[in-house]
Nanobody, 116 residues
């Protein structure tokens, strides 16, 4: 059984930083890409950042220059460093993994709240 577990969320003041982690466990085929999505209150789920196995990355325009995605292939772990957070970044952040067989896996999410 594949499991994705996110951690690192919490309450932070505007301008602050958080680092999210997503660890994977279980048996699945090689990972092709790992990503972070988010879903804010009353909003649709949106892609925040994505990184492929060869470390190619892409980011949502709203987070470019503030967020950095990275991965540890040996540990099948993905991170999201979030800097200069604003209230608009408040959301549940979900980890996503796509295997080389194009199977999607999702974590349960971690809440990030940016508020003074």
């Amino acid at each position: 059984q594949v499991q994705l577990v996110e951690s690192g969320g919490g309450l932070v003041q505007p301008g602050g930083s958080l680092r999210l982690s997503c660890t994977t466990s279980g048996s699945f085929f090689s990972i092709y890409a790992m990503a972070w999505y988010r879903q804010g209150p009353g909003k649709q789920r949106e892609l925040v950042a994505r990184i492929t196995r060869d470390s190619s990355t892409n980011y949502a325009d709203a987070v470019k220059g503030r967020f950095t995605i990275s991965r540890d292939n040996a540990k099948d772990t993905v991170y999201l460093q979030m800097n200069s957070l604003t209230p608009e970044d408040t959301a549940v952040y979900l980890c996503n993994v796509v295997s080389t067989r194009a199977t999607n896996y999702w974590g349960q999410g971690t809440q990030v709240t940016v508020s003074s």
